[in-house]
């Protein structure tokens, strides 16, 4: 039997997706570095079905119809490089390595470059869904060579999850480092989305029992806030530990993080894109690191003695919570639009928006309604003018001010929440003090300015004490 398709990596995602492909009716080679792994697999989980094994490369390339297609799941980094280079001398011209783990994007750009100087077609394909999502169905972001797209088309269509109205959460994003760009950006809004909810249950908790809030949390999921990462928090807060009491109250509050988040903020701050909200919950992390320093800290400063007196409180703090949301949602987007520019991959925003809409991590809702957006208008500069999102946030914002003033009072951090409201509010703001800002650059380093009398593009420079002169520094722009 000839293999459709090859897997390398027989990690939990490896495994669970050659399953997945595997129920669908495909044929696969798999192989794995430690070869143990491979007959304890082929005897386990994959005994009975169409999956056979190899022991070596030049075995497995074999067992590959061509053009081979062929999928590594292996950590992000040298080892993909290292298998690149042991598979290249056994592959033909036309044959296609996917890169299916978390790499970043500048990686797959420079692969999938020098593989089409050699003939080979690159894929790099942002998987999302944890190991539940690989099994089956998840959100599945290609990009790469489109040469090799009509070719692995057919096997990550059908092991991709669906939305609702049946279409595959699978579509070709772009050219190079396009499909793990848009993984990148979508785990930036999942630590954006994370850490809201996050601030949300802080400004519950100290009034309200993990009971009561996994209520709070199962009814959110029923509205418009219905999503996977709503839906589990509502089990963690219900979950008890052997003794009957919350295990949520016994994990230490220290967040761990694996880089996409940090990632999509230095790429933000290359793009000149404000992605303030998710760059927050990147901090907020490295700020949970931080435990001994808070914990010296918390005796050194008193708490407020403020509890809060606002009626119907969660209510507004689900409202809060819609607001931030659409504001990380709006910034992602946004940064992704800078890019399809800068690279040149002209993105589909609705396109993406379906992809996130079943399968991943984000999956929510509310995605139909920005898939919806863009399709209206694919050249939709920001989901914060966009009439449906306009009347939305325009509901929200009073319960928004109130929320956030009352977390302030309370003493509750709410990096996300405040951020969120800080960038809409300079977002619709017509004039920003960024005249000021502009005068003191030009003050103490002749910089210069525009000015709002003249043409958009004159440049002016004033000697402000008199004894600095009339020569301007060059202009630039970060």
Known sequence: MQADIGLIGLAVMGQNLVLNMADHGFSVAVYNRTVSKVDEFLQGPAKGKTIIGAHDLKQFVSLLKKPRRIMLMVKAGDPVDEFIELLIPLLEKGDIIIDGGNSHFPDSQRRFEDLKKRGILFVGAGVSGGEEGARHGPSIMPGGNPEAWPHVKPIFQAIAARSEDGAPCCDWVGEGGAGHYVKMVHNGIEYGDMQLICEAFDLLQRNTSHAELAKTFGAWNEGPLNSYLIEITAQILAYKD????????????????????????????????????????????????????????????????????????????????????????????????????????????????????????????????????????????????????????????????????????????????????????????????????QAQRDFFGAHTYERVDRPRGQFFHTNWTGTGGNISSSSYNA
Not at 280 to 309: G, I, N, Q
Not at 388 to 399: D, L, N, R, T
Not at 401 to 427: H, I, Q
Request: proline share 5%; aromatic share 10%; charged share 20%.
């Open 242 to 437: 052997t003794d009957g009491k919350p295990l949520l109250d016994k994990i230490l509050d220290v967040a761990g993080q694996k880089g996409t988040g940090k990632w999509t903020g230095i790429e933000a701050l290359s793009q000149g894109i404000s992605l303030s909200l998710i760059v927050e919950a990147v901090f907020a992390r490295c700020l949970s690191s931080m435990k001994e320093d808070r914990v010296a800290a918390s005796h050194l400063y008193k708490s407020p003695e403020h509890a809060p007196t606002l009626a119907h409180f969660s209510d507004l703090v689900s409202q809060a919570l819609y607001a931030s949301k659409i504001i990380s949602y709006a910034q992602g987007f946004m940064l992704m639009r800078a890019a399809s520019d800068a690279y040149q991959w002209q993105l589909n925003f609705g396109s993406i928006a379906l992809m996130w809409r079943g399968g991943c991590i984000i999956r929510s809702r509310f995605l139909g309604n920005i898939k919806q957006a863009y399709d209206k208008n694919p050249q939709l500069t920001s989901l914060l003018v966009d009439p449906v999102f306009v009347g939305e946030i325009s509901k929200a914002v009073p319960a928004w001010r109130k929320v956030v003033a009352e977390g302030v009072l309370m003493g509750v951090p709410l990096p996300c929440f405040s951020t969120a409201l800080a960038f809409f509010d300079g977002y619709r703001s017509a004039r920003l003090p960024a005249n000021l800002l």
